[in-house]
């Protein structure tokens, strides 16, 4: 992809010609560290610009016009917050988000020490955690019954019907903003998701879902001449639903159900929905993968991890669990 200098800021065009002369960076390299930035600077924004609220699309979110004082702002737990996004809401792994943090100390380090235009470096203590497997978190049946009993908004219906698609199909925050009317296939119990690189998959519907979408359904047809947008999912505005948005809607049921300030997000739905197909579904990793999107197995095996539970309960079901010494024939003598 080349660099769009247009939609760049004057620093972050000073940065790049920086790095490309004097650094003898690749010309793939540079390229990298510009998207890493330009995403930082987007994510920035996103979260601090209030014009940027009702933008759907981080990537639609203009930068152009960005000034430098405003990367004063930016401290190590904006850094840290940029990187639980990257990680949780665009799925990037340990390598990627090595590279993000390469690229965000050079510049960062370039606007400090060798411009001079910034009052600090953000990314001096910046460390990150050495990349581990770890179990994904993810809601109990018992949290996630929970959780859709306590939604009480006044767009109930949408709101409920989002909660539900989370829980049900794992789609992602981006899979589920985009979806349109005609994506929705309720003769077959289907929808279309159109998921990472624009690859299209069909995601079916089960009565959860049928129920939720169908009185959502009611409520959207009401309005209909209120509408001029395809999008299923809308705003009070009518138009699409931003991911901001829905990502505060996650977050105002989690909180009524009393599951806020545990770790979960908007993302952790997605485990969620996995961890419970493959716990009560019996449904195997290759399965997963296909319900999930995901573009090998590899991926997919961290939602077959095994619950304490499944272990004992596996532990127990051993026809040698209740065999004890006194079924022996021969008992040994104690030694003094």
């Known amino acids: 992809m080349e660099i769009d200098r247009s939609e760049c800021p004057d620093f972050l065009l000073d940065y790049i010609l920086h790095i490309s002369i004097t650094k003898g960076l690749s010309k793939r390299t540079v390229q990298e560290y510009y998207l890493d930035i330009r995403l930082f600077l987007k994510y920035f924004c996103m979260m601090n610009d209030p014009g940027c609220s009702d933008i759907d699309d981080i990537k639609k979110i203009p930068i152009k016009n960005m000034s430098i004082s405003m990367l004063n702002q930016v401290n190590l737990q904006t850094l840290y917050e940029f990187f639980y996004y990257v990680k949780e809401e665009r799925e990037n792994q340990s390598l990627s988000r090595s590279r993000k943090t390469s690229a965000l100390k050079s510049f960062f380090g370039f606007l400090y020490n060798n411009k001079g235009v910034i009052d600090h470096d953000p990314t001096e203590k910046l460390e990150l955690p050495a990349a581990k497997k770890s179990i994904p978190k993810y809601l109990t049946l018992e949290q996630s019954q929970k959780l859709l009993n306590s939604i009480d908004t006044a767009y109930f219906e949408r709101d409920y ?17 985009g979806l349109n009317i005609n994506d929705l296939l309720l003769d077959e119990y289907q929808m279309r998701v ?44 009518h138009t699409r639903i931003s991911k901001r948005r829905v990502q505060q809607i996650v977050e105002n049921a989690l909180s009524a159900a009393g599951l806020s300030g545990l770790g979960y997000s908007t993302h952790k739905l997605r485990h969620t929905a996995a961890t419970l197909m493959y716990q009560y579904g019996d449904v195997d990793a290759l399965t997963l993968k296909e319900v999930l999107g995901h573009a090998s197995t590899s991926t997919t095996e961290i939602y077959t991890h095994l619950t304490n539970e499944n272990i004992r309960s596996a532990t127990e079901s051993s026809p040698l669990a209740n065999f004890d010494l006194s079924h022996t024939k021969h008992i040994p003598e104690k030694k003094e």
């Not at 069909?202 to 209909?224: E, G, T």
Request: with cysteine; aromatic share 6%.
């Open 194 to 237: 159109l998921g990472k690189g624009n690859k299209e998959r069909m995601v079916f519907l089960n009565n959860a879902c049928m129920n939720a979408i169908q009185q959502y359904m009611i409520i959207r047809n009401a309005m209909k001449s209120e509408i001029t947008d395809n999008a299923l999912f809308l705003s009070k505005r």
């Open 161 to 177: 019907c989002i909660i539900t698609l989370f829980l049900n199909c794992g789609i992602r925050l981006s899979e589920l903003v």
